[in-house]
């Protein structure tokens, strides 16, 4: 039980550190995505069309990322080339990508998409350590998205404070014109955060279908991409607490599924809701004492 | 000599309508060749939808039905942008007023009918109420992103009124999760039968221009639009900018919410999961054609609501589905956002008269 | 002799503005070249298209005779010009090391250590120290923060050193140190373009002077072939107006407002203490003080939006309340980021004072046949060049911006005004005439308290003097008052 609540947890918490690592790199770069959402929900249903269309989970990574990153590009065009409102733009990309998804899965499936399965994404067991009492199957024995989201959580910390380009890119979001000033080049720096962004967004959308749905629902991806951007706050920028603060999100949903199994006479809608009463809390809790880049979601025009 | 702009909302005519419907234009003819592609006919579909918006006199009147809750949630929107109060969560709050006028409606059939009306409307627009300045709060006193918060609002709403629909509100016989049905006495007077013309789409017209009186005629709507343009500003001059976040993430959460009982109380007169279709979402296209102008947002919810009801049609006669239209949405607000980037205005600023740009640049 | 660095016929507009006209210049090897001019030159634009942070309409800039890509800050570093702004380029929440580190240490590792290591012997053999170890800007001070930017801009390794008016924001103490900074880096081969509207600092260290007007070159010199009067005639180009101070040290009379040991904490930090003073209608208190040292949050409690932590105001003799608060006007320092609202018109920024916005409202609705009214008077007596009411502020050229402030503020008819940095960023015919509006005002037997950044605005308007200096305030006696001893005493070496 206890077993099983862990290892749903860490299951849970990868698509949302995929994609809050995302958001992190293109905050960082002073950009706020809310369009994240509709990013992840573009990769989820492009990885269930492609692995449906060639029974392939790889074809479905891959077109999960193809499709995130044209989402991703259409907000950097507007976001970053022609600096307009972000946080409209963010959500116009989430309107835009529900309607497509929509009208593309209708096409393809129908409008109920009865009995559409595709193949997921396989439980890689690491050998004797996935038989650790309690805490075996919750880290050692799941697919392989899972353990890639977090192992890259050391590599962005790295690349963020270890190399130049994160420096460049945390100097383009504290103060862009001066970034430019010194040569960095804003704009390269904020789509490259933004095309980085779009990849592992996709990949955590592709999750959802891959890893655990093996479906496609429309707007499946139920403000994970909103969660997402509270855990990045959350998680004061920093990578490590970012993972942290997606366990926790993470153990929220899976206590739905388990208390969903146990009779507990509550309704269950409050589970459900309780990812979401949580960020409330927490985001107040922290009582916004603020981590963000200065720049954060200030419209950026290049002399 | 320096040269005044207009504004948005009181330029002339022929330039106000330009952008939004040039916007809406280049968006359609988007979602033409995107039907070309999917080899749906795009002549035939853009047919269908106008047939189905305006074809008959009954779809006609659905039109209005369907435009009546965007232009509350429009409203919403305009007013909490115009602050830069970025409120996401007329969708929350609309289903926050119809779950409380549900819950205050199935008790009123002993009741009059309009102290009836007056209590399901008035609980509808308290309970959206609540929920924006909810949000206002967090901002005002714990630095919430109101973004973010009206954002779970919404999920937090959607799970509370399939809460009530499966649990306190569930309709008697208990095999649908419906709420009963709200007595007579709580329903909106409707006009012309069959068609479903109704008291709310009265009430929808006589909240715009009250909006609009509020936002640019008085001191409060002042504080408001000066916090949205120059918060530093804003703040040095004394707005209380807590006070104003709070009021006017109420006062938008009020008329989403309003919005949401009045769709209660004149249309469906039951509660059931997926009560709003995305009117909340819809709103910000909504406002964002009417460029924040409440007066101007009646006509830009009409336009939404014709497309919406539209979209009906063409499932119907072209296989399109209906989802399509927000696809189109999205469309409208990034065609919108790039007529106004301020990227374009710095290209133009190179030939056009603008003395502010020198004088802020050459000043050593 | 050719230059190191040509820039061939620069033009550049912004709009109808003409802020270059075919400037020649030239920077050659080891020479200190001064580029003067009154603000509004075209200086700093001229700086901007050497540096590549603008492209110019038309002409080209050569180093060693080759042309370089204009536009592209990247280029111009690549080819070693660097620049050291008026307002240093840094990034408050990255550390020190992380700020010198976006400098040219290479470009895909980052080794802070050897940073470090590099920029502490630089710094050495240019005979100063800096804290490496701080981990965000907040405690590093004007100065530090300008020597920050001299080694960033120097680990490039330019062979050409951009400095746009770096003295403005040293103390007077400092600028020596600053100035054989600059000999020093001379000395070593490099070439140095200090931009600067100071006769003086440009007289005592500069190898050539070319002198900007209206954007256009009126001079190129030396500091032996000229004298610093030929030099301020040359920069205003002729009619200086007249800088008559009016007779406000006479007409004095009671008390309008007292601060009595106002202190004020901010997030744990002290930023003013033990602030006494009183003003008595129709004199001008001019407080002196580089920025950072509490003016702002000084304003801010004058300005009725911040509390202090300690101590009181009485205004008129009564203890400040809510109505009392509206008896002062307050002109802030940065025009377009909180003294107005660039996108909203005249009239609506005029009702942003808090007692206009009062006085023109009935039952929660807004005057607006008497806002717009008074607007139509205010734009006609205080000569703003506008449309009329209804136009954006943002339509206003930079002086008549700063009249419509002064008008605002005149308007709410205080018994105090309070400014900071009355005429920062006009040209000198704007700046006289705000100047001559604060005067009548106190002559009328209104009183003022001016803080400025600007000695010259200090010592032209003040009929008392006083100095700001980490959020203390000291009076400075009336024979203490040379620009010297007022000097000292900003940099807080007296007192």
Known sequence: ??????????????????????????????????????????????????????????????????????????????????????????????????????????????????????RTLRQVRLGPLSHLP??????????????????????????????????????????????????????????????????LTGLSGAYLTLGYANTFVEGMSAGRGFIALAIVILGEWRPGRIAIASVLFGAALALQFVLQAVNTGIPYQLFLALPYVLTLVVLTALGGQSHAPSALGEPYVRP | MPTATSSGSRGNIVAALGKPLGALAIALGIVALALAVLGANPAATFAALLSGAFGNWLAATDTLVKATPLVFTGLAVSAAFSGALWNIGAEGQLLFGALAAAACGVHLAQWPRPPAIAVVLGAGTAAGAVAGALCGWLRARFAVSEIISTIMLNFIAVQALSWAVHGPLMEPSRAYPVSQALPPAACLYRFLPPSRLNAGMIAALALAPACYVWLFYTNAGFELRALGKNPRAAAFFGVPVGRVAVFAMGLSGAMAGLGGAVQLSAISHRLFERFSPGWGYEAIAVALVARLNPLAVVPSALLFGALDNGAQAIQRAQGVSPVLVQAAQGLVIFVLLAFDTPVLASWRRRGAVREDLASGRADA | MQGLLEAIAISKRFGATVALDAVDFSARPGEIHALLGENGAGKTTLMNVIAGHLRPDRGAIRLDGAALKTGSAQAALHAGIATVHQSPMLFERLSVVENLALGGFGTTRLALREVAQQSAAMAARLGFTLRLDQQTLDAVSIAERMRLEILRALSFGPRVLILDEPTGLLAPAELSGFLDLLRALRDRGRSVILITHKLAEAMAVADRITMLRAGRVVAQTTPSQTSAEELAALM???????????????????????????????????????????????????????????????????????????????????????????????????????????????????????SLRRRLRWAGMQRRAAAMALCRQVIERFAILAAGPRQKAAALSGGHRQRLMVARALESRPAVLVAYDLTRGLDVRAAADVARMVREFAAQGGAVLLMSTDLDEIFELGDRMAIISRGRLLEVAPHDRSAERVGLLMAGAVG
């Open chain 1, 1 to 118: 039980m206890l077993e099983a609540f862990l290892s749903s947890t860490v299951a849970m918490a990868a698509p949302l550190l995929l994609a809050a690592l995302g958001e992190l790199l293109v905050e960082d770069s002073g950009v706020i995505n809310i369009g994240i959402e509709g990013v992840m929900l573009t990769g989820a249903f492009a990885a269930m069309a492609a692995a449906y269309a060639t029974g392939s989970v790889a074809a479905g990574l891959g077109c999960a990322a193809l499709a995130a990153l044209a989402m991703s590009a259409l907000f950097g065009a507007m976001a970053v080339n022609l600096a307009v409102n972000q946080v409209v733009a963010g959500t116009a990309l989430d309107i835009f990508a529900l309607g497509v998804t929509g009208v593309f899965y209708r096409r393809m499936f129908g409008v109920t998409g009865q009995a559409l399965t595709v």
């Open chain 1, 134 to 199: 309690l805490i075996g199957p919750a880290l050692f024995h799941q697919n392989l998205l899972v353990y890639f989201s977090f192992l890259i959580v050391p590599a962005v910390w790295l690349a963020l404070y270890r190399t130049r380009w994160g420096l460049n890119l945390r100097a383009a979001g504290e103060r862009p014109e001066a970034a430019d000033a010194l040569g960095l080049g804003v704009y390269g720096l904020r789509w490259q955060a933004l095309m980085i962004s779009g990849v």
């Open chain 3, 236 to 354: 205003v180009g002729g009619a200086l107006p007249a800088a008559a101070r009016g007779d406000t040290r006479d007409g004095r009379g009671d008390e309008v407002l007292r601060l009595a040991e106002v202190g004020l904490e901010v997030g744990g930090r002290t930023v003013l203490e033990g602030i006494s003073l009183r003003l008595r209608a129709g004199e001008i208190l001019a407080v002196a003080g580089v920025d950072g040292n509490g003016q702002h949050e000084l304003t801010e409690i004058l300005a009725a939006v911040r509390h202090p932590s300690r101590g009181h105001l009485l205004i008129e003799g009564r203890p400040a309340d809510a109505a009392q608060m509206r008896r002062i006007a307050v002109i802030p320092q940065s025009r377009d980021h909180e003294g107005l609202i660039l996108d909203l018109e005249l009239w609506e920024n005029l009702l942003l004072a808090p």
